[in-house]
């Protein structure tokens, strides 16, 4: 096999995201040694992902389902959508044809993508890939100002995006405007019916398309972080990397085949929504259910009504939905993937009491674009994310980057095929060492090889002398029948240094006070050891998330 720390010469016309690849002194150590992994020089994501199925026969099979909405300008109505692996392929090749020919894009330039969990947005991420592009896909939520930030760094030029959520963009192409990006020159609407939009423009090409000869090192995707901290950085992603995350985790840790059907919450344009909804189910021959709009309610019925055998969620998703789990048929649910966070066990514990499936936790992250520990079925143990992903190695380390020994609290490392690689960002520095990528986070490793999550690396509270893992005082909490959601962070005392402070939404029934406050105090005592109980609870209506679900923790620092 290739060594794929030596990049093969670039395809692309315009070489920005080459250029602006870190130094290769500060890359981590890819490791690619293992037989599915030894991919062609010459290899475009999508020719593997969908043209491969229909040129084997397979294109009558169910690609995706779901319910589309149709948006004003196409009278506001909802209806069910399927399309085959044949009818997709003919979508992405029209619109690669309109980013070729009537947009006038050449390999390599950058392509906002804007949209929710949408055929036409899955549609469209397929088509930036086949055409050579660089797919840059954002959350719906963003405003102007984030998509400003986002459009400067990549250096966007184009974007395709959804009608429902055009205001905030077109501000961003609007000369005066405060958040005006002059270099942003063209934007195409779909889920429109206007000349000029995206649906009318394709029935003009032919539903035929040759992929571009990309080479596996082109960078196909830059991923921006979801801000849990605050600073969203750019990661690019080469076109090896979205086959990797597709042939390790999904086939080693959930034997994911052609029988499966997939459905979730998670955007697509996120790395946890673009493998598990997307690139995973494509890859083996799957089928990916899309709905846009999800309640806990409406995520059971899906998976009820569709018969979906994996599921992908927060863990506060897999929280709400288990009070409400009796009332729908999960028989056909093989795997509830939890990730974006971390899973607490009264969480694990409470889904599996309402449903009696295990859940199948994992860690992943942006930069590596994919989970790369896990461990599901007869191989969970509570407490445990799991073992590593086929493909990876992990290890625990200290500040000086030695190897710690089993059960020693340490610095979570990791490396395998995909690695961080940041757009032009100095934090590179900070996110490898040595070779190896340090997501952030403390953990602990048992003689087994299974690693059981702490904290993240600025989340854990020391206090009077004492190290305090947010996330355990959070599970202690979450056990009493009384909260809903909380959130856990250390916040600056004269006496003791930091005190453990806890954010609680409650549940319906329920009222804030003193009382209450104590007795969850007494209950988190009784529940861990009694110097980790919250000093001082405050009671919130909701608390602050990214769009992905994740707690922003540094957000709860900045409330007093």
Not at 83 to 103: G, H, K, P, S
Not at 170 to 186: A, D, E, N, R, Y
Not at 371 to 381: D, L, N
Not at 485 to 501: F, H, N
Request: net charge negative; hydrophobic share 40%.
């Amino acid at each position: 096999m290739r060594d794929w720390n030596l990049l093969l010469p670039s395809s692309h016309a315009d070489t920005f995201t080459r250029d602006r690849l870190p130094p290769q002194d500060q890359w981590p150590v890819f490791v690619a040694d293992r037989p599915e992994l030894d991919y062609p020089d010459t290899l475009n994501v999508v020719s593997a992902l969908l043209d491969r199925h229909v040129l084997e026969g397979r294109g009558d099979r169910m690609a995706l389902h779901g319910v589309r909405h149709m948006g004003s300008e196409m009278g506001n109505g909802v209806g069910d959508f399927s399309w085959t692996y044949a009818q997709l392929q003919e979508q992405v090749n029209r619109i690669a044809q309109v980013l070729c020919v009537d947009m006038g894009l050449v390999s390599g330039n950058r392509v906002l993508l804007r949209g929710g969990n949408s055929p036409m947005m899955a549609a469209a991420l397929l088509a930036t890939f086949k055409a050579g592009l660089v797919a840059v896909p954002t959350m719906p939520l963003l405003r102007a100002g984030e998509l400003a930030t986002i459009i400067g760094q990549a250096q966007v030029s184009a974007a395709l995006c959804d009608s429902l959520l055009a205001e905030e963009l077109q501000f961003c192409m609007t000369p005066g405007h405060v958040h005006h990006c002059p270099g942003l020159q063209q934007m195409t609407l779909f889920r429109s019916e206007q000349a000029d939009g995206l649906e009318q423009r394709m029935q003009r090409h032919d539903p035929v398309f040759a992929a571009h000869p990309s080479s596996r090192d082109d960078v196909c995707l830059i991923a921006f972080t979801s801000g849990t901290t605050g600073k969203p950085k750019g990661t690019m992603h080469f076109h090896r990397d979205l086959l990797a995350m597709c042939d390790l985790f999904p086939r080693h840790i959930l034997q994911m085949d052609e029988t499966d059907v997939v459905c979730g919450t998670p955007p697509i344009a996120f790395t946890f929504g673009l493998g598990g909804l997307l690139a995973f189910p494509l890859r083996h021959g799957a089928s990916a259910v899309l709905l846009e709009k999800h309640t806990p309610e409406t995520l059971l019925t899906s998976i009820a009504k569709y018969r979906a055998t994996q599921c992908y969620t927060a863990p506060t998703m897999y929280r709400q939905m288990a009070p409400l789990a009796a009332g729908h048929d999960l028989s056909s649910l093989k795997h509830p993937v939890s990730a974006g966070e971390a899973l607490p066990d009264a969480t694990r514990q409470m889904w599996q009491q309402a449903t009696g499936i295990t859940m199948t936790d994992g860690i992943g992250g942006t930069e590596v674009i994919h989970i790369y520990i896990s461990s599901a079925g007869a191989q969970v143990r509570p407490g445990s994310i799991g073992q590593v992903v086929p493909g990876y190695g992990a290890q625990i380390v200290d500040d000086d980057m030695q190897p710690v020994p089993p059960g020693t609290l340490g610095r979570l490392a990791v490396r395998g095929p995909t690695g961080c690689k940041y757009l032009d960002d100095p934090r590179q520095q900070d996110y490898v060492k040595a070779g190896w990528n340090l997501p952030g986070d403390t953990f602990v490793m048992d003689a087994d090889g299974y690693f059981s999550y702490q904290a993240r690396n600025d989340d854990m509270i020391i206090s009077a002398g004492y190290n305090i893992a947010g996330p355990e005082v959070e599970s202690a909490l979450l056990a009493h029948p009384a909260v809903a959601e909380c959130g856990v962070v250390g916040m600056p005392d004269a006496d003791r240094g930091q005190i453990v402070q806890a954010f609680v939404v409650l549940k319906p029934g329920h009222t804030a006070g003193e009382a209450l406050e104590k007795t969850l105090q007494d209950h988190v005592k009784q529940s861990i050891a009694p110097f980790k109980y919250p000093r001082k609870i405050v009671f919130m209506n909701a608390l602050p998330r990214t769009e992905t679900g994740k707690l922003q923790r540094f957000k709860l620092r900045q409330t007093s």
